[in-house]
């Protein structure tokens, strides 16, 4: 079992920046894609993006290209996803999650593991 803990939300004005952190316990996940999502309120969770096992691979959401930048840190057993020139329309909650397979995949069901979320409100 992989337990998945967020951390690193808050409230931030438009334009701002927010660093997520997402750390791993249980056992390690140097072997999985590790992925953010978000879910904001009356919409579906969503993919913002997923970094490969190494992280040689990442992939991220049309709509966050260029803002975000998801990283990992094997040895530390942690995933991050800094957010720059945050939008209103960045406001969710933000979910981490592991997917066994070494393939990046979007879906919400691909995924093996999850977070209970953190909450980025921007405020325009």
């Known amino acids: 079992q992989v337990q998945l803990v967020e951390s690193g939300g808050g409230l931030v004005q438009a334009g701002g920046s927010l660093r997520l952190s997402c750390a791993a316990s249980?056992?390690?996940?140097?072997?999985?894609?590790m992925g953010w999502f978000r879910q904001a309120p009356g919409k579906e969770r969503e993919a913002v993006a997923s970094?490969?096992?190494?992280?040689?691979?990442?992939y991220y959401a049309d709509s966050v290209k260029g803002r975000f930048t998801i990283s990992r840190d094997n040895a530390k057993n942690t995933v991050s996803l800094q957010m720059n020139s945050l939008k209103p329309a960045d406001t969710a909650v933000y979910y981490c999650?592991?997917?066994?397979?070494?393939?990046?995949?979007?879906?919400?069901?691909?995924?093996?593991?999850w977070g209970q979320g953190t909450q980025v409100t921007v405020s325009s």
């Open positions: 999650a592991a997917d066994s397979a070494n393939v990046l995949r979007t879906a919400v069901d691909q995924y093996d593991y």
């Open positions: 970094i490969s096992w190494n992280g040689g691979r990442t």
């Open positions: 249980g056992r390690a996940v140097n072997n999985y894609v």
